[in-house]
């Protein structure tokens, strides 16, 4: 319909570029207006983006911890109202909490929450940053086919690309999401994080691990594992790394358990790094 009424007041007017814009500027606000929360969805995500560029590189010369800040408001913004679109209706039993738990967007909430009032780190800002970017991409496509199929190329060709590359993005944010743990513990000994953060921590990658939609980080965790197993039983690793592997090992085969995945890497992190803390303290 749009473009029919574009050709033929076209041809009347005899004009052939003003009278084409006015209709793809008008679809494009009708669109944005019959899908108000996607919109919402859209220019949280553009702020997110916007906010964790700025605490990275700091054009506008302000305290960038604001930035820092802000991004992180704008992702759990951005969670909320996504876990509002999968879950409309709050109710108080247990199995509104199991399902509200099985959401992503619940576990990203939960992480913005943790690290809003947390010193500033900026590993955490990979994962919201690039997740804006993903989501993102589909709706700035849908209004760049709106205002015509040669629109800003150069931005269509980006997400063509972003889009080509996105297994390689969403193992990498779980990459991140692993590493961050022993951040955390390093920033602990540094006395720059509470005590409570890495626990809070540790549910999260519980629940990331558990995720049914998105399936990297447990499949992430499980190679780091092998990963670390195979470097174990090289004869160049340290003797104290390759008696923790096996006595963790014969801890959770003595006891009849089945070790998961993050459960272990976790135990192995934090006792490396609590070796080489006392090695160091013993050192100095």
Known sequence: MADTSGTSSTSNDGSGEGPQRTPSGNSVLAHMMQNKVETTLWLTRIFTIVCSILFLIP???????????????????????????????????????RRLFTEDSS???????????????????????????????????????????????????????????QVNILRF?????????????????SGKCSIFLPFLYYRFLTLRYASRRNPYCRTLFYEFRLAAEHLCSRPQCPQF??????????????????????????DQITETISTIHKGLASAT
């Open 59 to 97: 054009l506008l010369g302000d305290n960038p911890y604001i930035f820092y800040q802000r991004a992180l408001i704008a992702a759990a913004a951005t969670s909320a109202l996504r876990l509002h679109q999968r879950i409309p209706q709050v109710q108080l039993n247990m199995e509104f909490l």
């Open 107 to 165: 576990h990203y909430l939960i992480y913005c929450l943790i690290f809003l009032y947390s010193y500033p780190v900026t590993m955490c800002l990979i994962p919201v940053f690039l997740f804006a970017v993903l989501h993102a991409c589909s709706f700035t496509k849908t209004i760049l086919n709106l205002m015509g199929p040669t629109s800003l190329m150069f931005v269509r060709n980006m997400i063509n690309k972003l889009e080509a590359q």
């Open 241 to 266: 790394l390759r008696k923790s592997v096996l006595r963790r090992d014969q801890l959770h085969l003595s006891a009849g358990t089945t070790c998961t995945d993050v459960n272990y890497l976790v």
């Open 173 to 189: 944010i779980a990459s991140t999401e692993i590493f961050l743990m022993p951040a955390i513990i390093i920033l602990i000994f």
